[in-house]
């Protein structure tokens, strides 16, 4: 991109490329065309005039179109920290009446991830990894998540039956999966097709409950008519009583905590 502006004095001009741009003076190129004169008696003539060029990278990109995104939704004063990670950035979001609206889970943080990680990741095919954040709501949400696991596992482990937690995004189950993986006696797995993926949490040792006809093991069941042509359907291990349970697939590699960061790749 590139674009000439004309002010009174060089460092106007500069200031107008940048408003221009949306970007701070540091990250344009600037060419000095013309400068003003100044005459015999100090007056000075004519304009100053600066070619401008910039380059827009990933996070011109991504933090550009949050903004535009805000704007539309009637968001005023939004700010945008960027701080560098591990191949990308993490962005912190501000602005009237935004930390109101990302909801209980942050849906509108993890929808404006993910959109301004498909704009940015255009440029090439490199992937260049984005996160955002308003006011600590990240690690808010981790302890309440990690407190969940923890209250899960703890009643799993006395009834020996496994127990599935609402559906989460990968994020969020790998935080789930870490805080179960830290207690001993219980495991976790994910299970099912997004965005019905859910993390369930098993005991290492279930036990063996009892049939509801009253089957007990080395005795007999109350209900006669098993006798003939029958039998006994006793529950063992634990079992995922809804179909819905029963469909669901192997776990998928995003589940994975090994080599896996907080965000998922978004592959095209």
Do not use: W
């Amino acid at each position: 991109m590139k674009q000439t502006f004309t002010a009174s004095t060089i460092e106007e001009a500069k200031a107008l490329a940048a408003a221009e741009f949306g970007v701070s003076e540091e990250k344009i190129t600037f060419t000095v065309v013309e400068e003003p004169k100044k005459s015999l008696f100090g007056k000075v003539k004519g304009e100053a005039k600066v070619d401008a060029e910039y380059t827009e990278t990933k996070t011109d990109i991504a933090v550009k179109y949050i903004k535009n995104v805000l704007s539309a939704m009637g968001i005023a004063n939004v700010t945008i920290e960027v701080t560098e990670i591990e191949n990308g950035i993490s962005l912190e979001i501000n602005g009237d009446g935004f930390e109101e609206l990302i909801g209980k889970k942050g849906e509108l943080l993890d929808s404006l991830q993910y959109l301004a990680s498909l704009v940015s990741n255009r440029v090439d095919r490199e992937y260049f990894r984005i996160t955002t954040d308003c006011n600590g709501f990240r690690e808010r949400r981790k302890t309440q998540l990690e407190e969940l696991a923890a209250k899960i596992a703890n009643n799993v482990k006395k009834s020996g039956r496994s127990s599935a937690l609402e559906p989460m995004n990968p994020y969020e189950r790998r935080i789930i999966h870490a805080a179960v993986s830290e207690i001993e006696g219980v495991t976790s797995q994910s299970k099912g097709e997004e965005p019905y993926r859910k993390v369930i949490i098993s005991s290492t040792n279930p036990r063996r409950y009892e049939d509801r006809g009253g089957y007990r093991k080395g005795g007999r069941g109350r209900r006669n008519d098993r006798r003939k042509g029958g039998s006994r359907n006793s529950s063992r291990g634990f079992d995922f009583t809804t179909s819905f349970e029963k469909e669901y697939k192997k776990p998928k590699p995003e589940d994975s905590m090994t080599g896996a960061g907080l965000y998922s790749k978004i592959e095209f």
